[in-house]
């Protein structure tokens, strides 16, 4: 029942068993487009169901974090909301993701500011070697991630982008440094992602679909079975 699910599977070359496999999500899962009726029930029904889907790391916007605040609930573990740029980092049997959340940009915002993109860089610049690879979630939307990643600016190695605008299944882009995917805007599909070469800092690296990376995002169709614990929260509150 995952709307925008990410799976991110760090499968290499090098290693071929027991591959690790991160769970991320970007902005607006809990937003006006995930709540529909927008009431309480809803809320924490989807609270308690993203809760049991085991997400490593999931952006919450200013809107959502405000609408668990007024409804007196707790968003699921593993959720940040970032006034600023923020760097997290994740380890998966012996592979190192650093992930960097964009704060939300005016709604009127053509580009990010340059402090933001300063923030952006430091920590690219910082972390670039010390990690395997830098991922970035944005809820910029469509047309402000497409002006960031098309400008020069130093970008991370993936981005999930969320926010106004249509999917984008993937693309590679910023001179094949970036791999950038944004989600089905009405939901129920998910993707993954299989990282076959890890970036590490390297200059020399560029992403090539179906060679180095590869992408499937599924629609979450009758043929998949639903989980019976998650199912059973939404359709509590009234999901159908």
């Known amino acids: 029942m995952a709307r925008r699910a ?3 599977n760090l499968a290499r070359k090098d290693q071929p068993k027991n591959v690790p496999l991160l769970t991320l999500a970007g902005g607006y899962e809990f937003g006006r487009e995930a709540l529909g009726s927008k009431d309480a029930e809803s809320l924490k029904a989807l609270a308690v169901s993203y809760g049991m889907m085991g997400y490593d790391l999931g952006l919450l916007t200013g809107f959502e ?3 668990f605040k007024e409804n007196g609930l707790t968003p699921p573990d593993h959720w ?9 980092r994740l380890d998966r049997d012996g592979v190192a993701v650093g992930v960097l959340l964009f704060p939300e940009m005016p709604a009127e915002a053509k580009t990010p500011p340059q402090r933001v993109l300063k923030e952006i860089e430091n920590i690219l610049r910082q972390q ?21 990643l098309e400008s020069g600016a130093d970008t991370p190695d993936i981005l999930f982008g969320s926010g106004p605008g249509v999917e984008v299944p ?3 882009i910023a001179g094949g440094r970036t ?16 990282i076959l070469d890890l970036p590490r800092g390297k200059a020399s690296f560029a ?5 180095n990376i590869r992408i499937e995002s599924p629609a979450l169709t009758d ?13 509590g509150a009234g999901a159908e």
């Open 80 to 88: 940040v909301h970032p006034d600023e740029v923020r760097f997290m």
């Open 223 to 235: 043929s998949y079975i639903e989980d019976i614990d998650v199912l059973s929260a939404l359709v």
């Open 179 to 194: 791999f950038w995917t944004r989600p089905y805007a009405k939901g129920k599909s998910v993707t993954r992602i299989d």
């Open 207 to 211: 992403w090539a679909e179906n060679g």
């Open 65 to 67: 974090l405000k609408e």
């Open 6 to 8: 990410t799976f991110l």
């Open 170 to 172: 993937g693309s590679i």
């Open 128 to 148: 670039r070697g010390k990690v395997d690879l830098l991922v970035g979630l944005s809820p910029w939307g469509l047309w402000v991630e497409k002006t960031y």
